[in-house]
């Protein structure tokens, strides 16, 4: 599964984050909330992204 997340490096033309897929994805699991965390796979920076328990099930 292709996750994508906003990164806050690879800013478009209006100096906006764009999404780009998150390389190396790891789930996390806190307060019943679910959270991935990776790579971005076009500049390398960290990322992170909320996500629904049914995604998080997903990528595991
Ligand atoms: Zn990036």
Known sequence: MELKALCMKCRNAENKPTMQVMKDPKVEEKNNRYSAKG???????????????????ALK
């Open 39 to 57: 790579q971005c796979s076009v500049c390398g920076g960290n990322m992170f992204k909320f996500m629904s328990k049914a995604d998080a099930e």
